[in-house]
C-alpha cells in the first residue's frame, strides 16, 4: 500500500506564494504519477498538476505559468510551488498517486488553501 500526506496549505494574500508537499510512504516503487488536485467550496475536484516517474509534468490551464509541479526523485516529496495565487486558488489541495498495477489510486487527506483578496 502507498500512504500520502499533505503538508504546506495555509493563507495568503492575492498575488502571494505557497508551496504544497506531498510525502509519499509504504510501496513507492509502485507508484507511476502523482498529482495534485483540489476541490472548491460547492464544486467538483478538478485536476491541477501532474508529474510521472519520468518527471513528464502537465498542469490545468488555469495555473498554466503559475504553479510549478517538481520532484527530485522518487523517494522524496512532490512539490507544488503557487505563485502569483488568486482568490480562485482556494480549495482543498489533495494529492493523488497512480500506482503501475492498476489499483484504485491513491489519496491523500488534503491541505487547505486560502487566498485572501
Known amino acids: 500500500q502507498v500512504q500520502l500526506v499533505e503538508s504546506g496549505g495555509g493563507s495568503a494574500q492575492a498575488g502571494g506564494s505557497l508551496r504544497l508537499s506531498c510525502a509519499a510512504s509504504g510501496r513507492t516503487f509502485s507508484i507511476d504519477a502523482i498529482a495534485w488536485y483540489r476541490q472548491a467550496p460547492g464544486k467538483e475536484r478538478e485536476l491541477v498538476a501532474s508529474?510521472?516517474?519520468?518527471?513528464?509534468?502537465n498542469y490545468a490551464d488555469s495555473v498554466k505559468g503559475r504553479f510549478t509541479i517538481s520532484r527530485d526523485n522518487a523517494k522524496k516529496p512532490v512539490y507544488l510551488q503557487m505563485n502569483s495565487l488568486k482568490s480562485e486558488d482556494t480549495a482543498v489541495y489533495y494529492c493523488?498517486?497512480?500506482?503501475?498495477?492498476?489499483?484504485?489510486?491513491?489519496w491523500g487527506r488534503g491541505t487547505l488553501v486560502t487566498v485572501s483578496s
Open positions: 508529474i510521472t516517474r519520468d518527471s513528464d509534468t
Open positions: 493523488r498517486a497512480n500506482l503501475y498495477d492498476g489499483s484504485p489510486p491513491t
